[in-house]
């Protein structure tokens, strides 16, 4: 992309971030979750015999916020997030991460009983539809990142993969602006979630190739253990909000104007937010 502008405006007129905050859009996140997970196989243990309403859903969605990613021109279902809060009043309630890998977490990575778990959050169930996996390799990915993705990078590469939900341009002798990857709509819902509800830090449970690729935006995570098997290969990450937005402001300034409405959520760094 030229300018931040450019960004902005591709992503505002593709795609809008919606608050699953009622019943109805909940089960949207929950059959996507269904659809992904169980109907595409593409992660080990969830069967789709085992959810016969056709909704992928768990304990942890009662103490979770939930995003959609609506593509706007077709008016469908683009991805969806959750952020996994803490448990009120319950310090010693565990996040999933916690449970799985918490045995395994390196203890010099950071102090994690001086961690303030009421701001903390786990990002989840961060899941693109079938058609918003375009590149290659990407349809064997829930969140289409993959080695091919950044191969793939190049604005001829991308034309190709998103020409599926970009329409053709019919704007003779005017070159297609194209949108790098629909990943960045989720972390603008995440982005979004967090600010309301005073998250700073976030945990993540993922493959190393999906912490690789997401940095190629400057969205950086500290590994906190070593890559153990839960539904497949996942390690465990954590990143401090603040200093994951200096790096993309730093590194990739247009990615950073989209993921904070242009300073409006996070300011530039060295600049008070206006009160």
Not at 69 to 87: D, E, F, Q, S
Not at 143 to 157: C, I, P, V, Y
Not at 205 to 234: H, K, N, Q, W
Not at 250 to 273: S, Y
């Amino acid at each position: 992309m030229d300018t931040q502008s450019d960004l902005v405006d591709l992503f505002n007129h593709y795609f809008e971030v919606v608050p699953a905050d009622t019943p109805e859009k909940r089960l949207q996140c929950y059959r996507l979750r269904y659809e992904v997970y169980c109907r595409e196989g593409l992660i080990p243990g969830f069967h789709a015999e085992n959810y016969p309403e056709g909704l992928e859903r768990d304990r942890y969605d009662e103490r979770s916020v939930h995003c959609l990613l609506m593509h706007k021109p077709r008016g469908i279902v683009a991805g969806t997030v959750r952020i996994i809060l803490p448990a009120p009043d319950r310090r010693e309630t565990k996040f999933p991460i916690e449970k799985f890998a918490g045995d395994a977490f390196y203890t010099d990575a950071i102090a994690f009983e001086n961690l303030p778990r009421a701001h903390l959050g786990e990002i989840s169930r961060l899941i693109l539809a079938p058609e918003f996996r375009a590149r290659k390799g990407e349809d064997r990915r829930p969140h289409g990142l993959t080695e091919d993705s950044q191969s793939s990078a190049g604005d001829k590469g991308r034309r190709t993969a998103n020409a599926r939900w970009q329409g053709p341009d019919r704007r003779r002798g005017v070159p297609r602006r194209t949108f790098p990857h629909a990943i960045l709509g989720l972390f603008v819902a995440i982005v979004r979630m967090s600010v309301e509800q005073g998250l700073s830090y976030w945990y993540g449970g993922m493959e190393p190739v999906c912490a690789r690729l997401l940095r190629t935006f400057g969205i950086d995570f500290t590994p906190i253990s070593p890559v153990v098997d839960y539904y497949g290969p996942c390690r465990s990450y954590l990143g401090y909000v603040p200093d994951i937005i200096e790096n993309i402001y730093r590194t990739h300034p247009q990615v950073w104007a989209l993921l904070t409405d242009n300073g409006a959520l996070f300011p530039r760094p060295g600049r008070p937010l206006a009160l």
